[in-house]
């Protein structure tokens, strides 16, 4: 270990390889609400965030555990599910007068089509306007869950449903 006049300790967030304080950085500059996304083995939570000095200001949030509360019956950390969160967290968004977001996957493994890229799907799908590039979002079907179950298709419809009627 470096020891000496000359060493710095990092932050303990980045020797925990927790936060990227570049990408922070950036993010922040922006001065846009975040879309902070982030999953976890059994489930997807989404939050709406602004900087503020004394710590980020949470706007609006949903979780895929919000969905079991609805009615869904089948894993809250699939495809389907993050759509569902994604589009719950949008309308929830809406409603707090977000019309814009910049997504925040922190220091996630990035994989096209896969369950983060599916929230913004469901965001987008909501009303919210969220940039991102050609290519990212899952096809329709498996947003819709049918590289799965059959059954799903017809719940997530269901859902949909329900989430517009709130």
């Not at 900087?51 to 019956?73: P, V």
């Not at 306007?129 to 096809?139: D, R, S």
């Not at 059959?150 to 449903?161: F, M, P, T, Y």
Request: glycine residues 10%; hydrophobic residues 40%.
């Amino acid at each position: 270990m470096a020891t000496g006049p000359r060493y710095k300790v990092a932050f303990r967030r980045r020797r925990e390889g927790r936060t990227d304080y570049y990408a922070r950085r950036k993010l922040l500059n922006g001065r846009e609400a975040r879309a902070v996304v982030r999953r976890s083995n059994k489930n997807i939570t989404i939050q709406f965030a602004e900087f503020d000095m004394g710590g980020d200001l949470i706007l609006a949030s949903a979780s895929s555990r919000d969905l079991k509360a609805m009615g869904w019956e089948y894993s809250c950390s699939s495809i389907p599910a993050a759509y569902l969160a994604g589009y719950l967290a949008g309308k929830k968004a809406i409603k707090a007068g977000i019309e814009y977001a910049v997504l925040d996957i922190g220091m996630q493994k990035v994989q096209h089509g896969g369950v983060l890229f599916a929230t913004v799907a469901g965001m987008t799908d909501a009303g919210l306007e969220v940039p991102y590039g050609e290519g990212v979002l899952p096809e329709e079907d498996r947003l819709y869950g049918k590289h799965i179950d059959e059954g799903i298709e017809a719940a997530v419809n269901s859902l949909k449903e329900k989430m517009e009627a709130e």
